[in-house]
C-alpha cells in the first residue's frame, strides 16, 4: 500500500467519527448525551449542529477518492473543526472539564486533523512532482 491508499483509509476512517456522532445527535438530541435537558432550543441547537458534524464527516468522505486533489475542500474542513475545537477549548477553560469522550474529541479537532491536513498536503505535493513534465533542455 502506498502513502496515498493509507491516508486514504485514514481519512475514510475517521470521518466514521463525525458522521457517526452526528447522525446520533441529529437522532437523540442534546437527551442522548445527557438526560433530561427541558430546553426545546437547546435541543433544537444540538440537532442543527449535529447535523453540520454530519455533513464534515461526509465532506471528507468526498475527498477520498481524490485525496491528492482535494486540497483546498481538505484545508477548509480542517479549518472549520480546528475553529470547532478552539471553541470547545474555550469552553473548558470557561466551565471547567468535560467527560474524557469531549477530551477525546479536543484532541481530535487540534492535533489529529491538523496532522492529517499536513499529511494530505504532503500525498498531493509529492503527486505534483510526479505529474510535472521532465524539461530536459534545462541545466541542472
Not at 463525525?18 to 442522548?32: E, I, S, T
Not at 454530519?54 to 468526498?62: A, D, E, R, S, Y
Not at 491528492?68 to 470547545?88: E, P
Request: charged share 15%.
Amino acid at each position: 500500500m502506498n502513502e496515498r491508499q493509507a491516508l486514504q483509509r485514514v481519512v475514510a476512517l475517521g470521518a466514521v467519527i463525525p458522521v457517526a456522532a452526528g447522525l446520533y445527535g441529529v437522532l437523540f438530541g442534546v437527551n442522548g448525551l445527557a438526560g433530561g435537558v427541558e430546553s426545546v432550543s437547546t435541543d433544537s441547537h444540538f440537532r442543527y449542529l449535529s447535523g453540520l458534524l454530519t455533513g464534515i464527516g461526509i465532506l471528507f468522505w468526498v475527498c477520498v477518492p481524490d485525496i491528492a486533489g482535494k486540497t483546498r475542500l481538505f484545508r477548509f474542513l480542517t479549518l472549520v473543526v480546528v475553529l470547532g475545537g478552539l471553541a470547545r477549548l474555550l469552553g473548558l477553560y470557561l466551565t471547567g472539564l468535560p467527560s474524557l469522550t469531549m477530551l477525546g474529541a479536543l484532541a481530535v479537532e487540534l492535533v489529529a486533523t491538523p496532522l492529517l491536513c499536513l499529511w494530505q498536503g504532503r500525498v498531493a505535493s509529492r503527486g505534483r512532482d510526479r505529474a510535472a513534465p521532465i524539461d530536459l533542455t534545462r541545466d541542472a
